[in-house]
């Protein structure tokens, strides 16, 4: 490990940081220090294709972070431009956290309920244009056994240290490895990129990858995943702990307050203030889908009505092909609006393809995937084809606005399409309570878009809204509250139109992921109380193209800084500009 690099990267900033200043303007000098951050690397990408998980890296980035901070509070913000302060503020927000992922080890505990560092892995899994690309997968595939021994002595640390996941959480976790572990190592989902190698490669490369593919399969990707097998089967699962809440670990009321303000990107809320929140909103929604039942004139009870959406065949696809085809022909509808909504559009195209198989029992709903502006692969919104009877087809509507236009594809490619005055660090970054929070006010916004086009879509918007809602109180009732996990099913199922197996599957990752549940509606409140500040104050001059343009013109950034931002954009409308 080359560590050199970061103690001379440390030493430049502190010897010459001071001087800087005088005689530099603050711009230049944020630039610097930008430069620097962006240069520095805690290890050899070479030497540790799939990463470095120890200790020590984390140290070391925490340290660096300090170092970082300190040169970035010397700067005179007066001289700085808006794109300048708000890349500031950005830097110390993602500094902080790298300080307190260090400070809390959350390197302690690499899994959540649907996921995890080994199922993670799934995401390197892509088609292989040409022999380089082959080459770097292959050694990714060959860099298992060091990945995994890095995250034993991490998981193994917290086992001791009482902060692993709960056991609960983990019922049907054994799909994420056994499903990798084959007899014929064609059948390894990690051996799919070979079968499609790109016709460009000589017969001679093509016979060493197929070579190397079936070797590293049959001795290190396979194998390591029966380790992954043991190791939870004989010695985590027995050890996890029988509570809940965050709160109730070592350090755990401090760690989810720091939680609940990265996911808010606010000190402001406290779990009592956002749990309340919560329980407000429930209220307000579910009058707006009773009105709805109402004027369907449907003979019973809220509860009645849920199971009749639960369980009438109108409202699932009777195959994964019917399930993707109408999810495509939404995403077309949405496609077509856009420009009467949006100024800017990103040039990266999207597609629409089922979720793996491999991670599909795990997953929700659906998730957008984004790829790198250079790359030639699209983005993709995954529809979650398993399980076809929890898949409802009144929520499709809000789902795909939500993964794909005007939501994350959308935000997340104009992201990374940013122009030259944008460093790379922010092109790159995400922030829950900005991106979930604007894929939340997207399904608002489809309602404008002319998206719901039943009673009962519309009242999917309203249980995917009431959801959102619905994990302000949950979360916080976790984490905070002492609740149950009976409690939480009983609450989601009792207030949502969600399937059971959906309710299942989000509680648990409530449980395993303390806040983030926190960030979808905080943030879309925020987005929709600066829209109507902004519709209120500038009346007939208000332009919803440009609201957008402002909200997403700087990429991702903090509410406080979005709201700064609109409240300018309001001023300066008011004067004429």
Known sequence: ???????????????????????????????????TYEAFENYDEKEYPLGLYTKERYRNEADFAKSILERLATIDTAQLSETDMISLELLQFKLNDKIDFFEFERYLNPLLSDSGFHSSLTYNVRSLNNYEQAKKYLNKLNALPDFVDQHFVNLREGLKKGVSQPRVIFEGYESTYDDHIVADYQDSFYYSP?????????????????????????????????????????????????????????????????????????????????????LNEVSRIKAQMEQIIDDLKFKGSFQDFLKFLRTDNQFYAKTPKELLTIARDMAKRADEQLPRFFKTLPRKPYGVAPVPDAIAPKYTGGRYVGTDKNSTDPGYYWVNTYDLPSRTLYTLPSLTVHEAVPGHHLQGALNKELGDSIPNFRKNMYLSAYGEGWGLYTEFLAEEMGMYTTPYEHFGKLTYEMWRACRLVVDTGIHAKGWTREQVVDFMASNTALSIHEVNTETDRYISWPGQALSYKMGELKIRELRKKAEAELGSKFDIRQFHEIVLGQGTVT???????????????????
């Open 559 to 577: 509410l406080s800084i979005l709201e700064k931002r609109i409240n300018t954009y309001i001023e300066q409308v008011k004067n004429g500009a």
């Open 194 to 278: 070979f079968k499609n190698l790109p016709e460009g490669l000589k017969v001679d490369q093509v016979d060493s990858v197929l070579k190397a593919a079936k070797e590293v399969i049959e001795t290190k990707v396979t194998p390591q995943f029966k380790r992954i097998k043991k190791f939870f089967e004989e010695e985590y699962l027995t050890k996890t702990r029988t509570s809940l809440g965050i709160s109730e670990t070592p350090r755990g009321k401090e760690f989810y307050q720091n939680r609940i303000n990265f996911y808010t990107t606010s000190t402001a809320y406290t779990a009592d203030d956002i749990h309340q929140i919560g």
């Open 1 to 35: 490990m080359r560590f050199n690099r970061i103690v001379l990267a440390i030493f430049f900033i502190m010897l010459f940081g001071c001087k800087g200043n005088d005689i530099q303007n603050s711009g230049t000098v944020l630039a610097d220090i930008i430069a």
